[in-house]
């Protein structure tokens, strides 16, 4: 499946680098989320873009930063993140944000030291 | 709190057997989506289940949405090594467009 792209696919960073997380998505959808998903967790959702707009910030921590530059791409800024922060980051798409399925890219899976 | 929740959390499944994971939610649902997850991959659609007591079906899978629309059930007969991976049901708080996910549960198969 190529519909929802991310990269990087791993990243190790520490403490005090700055990284930035990319999306792409190809199936003309207006609405692009970040999840967080950690082990026996559910789904974070963390943002929610809708035509550009950011609708949601699901109480995220200032040091992740949102930027959606367009309908198609979705980058996730990071900065002096923690340990707990380490976790797969999750990508997705939907047609609109209303009970449309969502579409998920391969993830980031993020390790901070 | 959370507002889905999955149960059972593991299931060990005999190849060939049947099994049964359970979705519910605190408060009433207006639609009931089902994702899996491979090991090592990503979330994939599976289904959407929007009317009261909807049933749908996909070769050896069945969808149920409660008549409440409060819980959910997802059904595997026979199963088959390619059912390995962990199962979401995520749905939508009425007049909420969050979709709230459940913690999901990891099937594990021996052969």
């Known amino acids: 499946e190529t519909g929802v792209t991310q990269t990087p696919r791993h990243l190790v960073m520490g403490m005090t680098n700055k990284k930035s997380l990319k999306c792409e998505q190809h199936l003309g959808h207006n609405a692009m989320y970040w999840y967080k998903?950690?082990?026996?967790?559910?789904l974070e959702l963390m943002f929610v873009y809708n035509f550009k707009e950011q609708t949601e910030n699901n109480s995220v921590p200032s040091r992740f930063s949102p930027e959606c530059p367009n309908s198609s791409h979705l980058f996730l800024h990071l900065h002096t993140l923690q340990p707990?922060?380490?976790?797969?980051y999750l990508c997705a798409s939907s047609p609109?944000?209303?009970?449309?399925?969502?579409?998920f890219g391969p993830g980031t899976r993020l390790t901070v030291l | 709190?959370?507002?889905?929740?999955?149960?059972?959390?593991?299931?060990?499944?005999?190849?060939g057997e049947d099994f049964t994971t359970y979705c519910n939610s605190s408060t009433t649902l207006s639609n009931?989506?089902?994702?899996?997850?491979?090991?090592?991959?990503?979330?994939?659609?599976?289904?959407?289940?929007?009317?009261?007591?909807?049933?749908?079906?996909q070769k050896r899978l069945t969808f149920q949405f409660g008549e409440a629309k409060k819980n959910s059930s997802l059904h595997i007969t026979a199963t088959q090594t390619t059912d390995v991976g962990t199962y979401f049901c995520a749905g939508h708080i009425s007049n909420d467009y969050k979709l709230s996910f459940?913690?999901?549960t990891t099937v594990t198969v021996r052969a």
């Open chain 1, 84 to 88: 707990e922060d380490s976790a797969l």
């Open chain 1, 96 to 103: 609109g944000i209303a009970y449309n399925e969502q579409f």
């Open chain 2, 1 to 15: 709190g959370q507002q889905v929740m999955q149960i059972p959390q593991y299931q060990h499944v005999q190849e």
């Open chain 2, 32 to 57: 009931i989506q089902w994702y899996k997850q491979r090991p090592g991959g990503h979330p994939v659609f599976l289904i959407q289940l929007v009317k009261s007591g909807e049933v749908k079906k």
């Open chain 1, 37 to 42: 998903q950690s082990a026996k967790k559910p």
């Open chain 2, 102 to 104: 459940g913690a999901g």
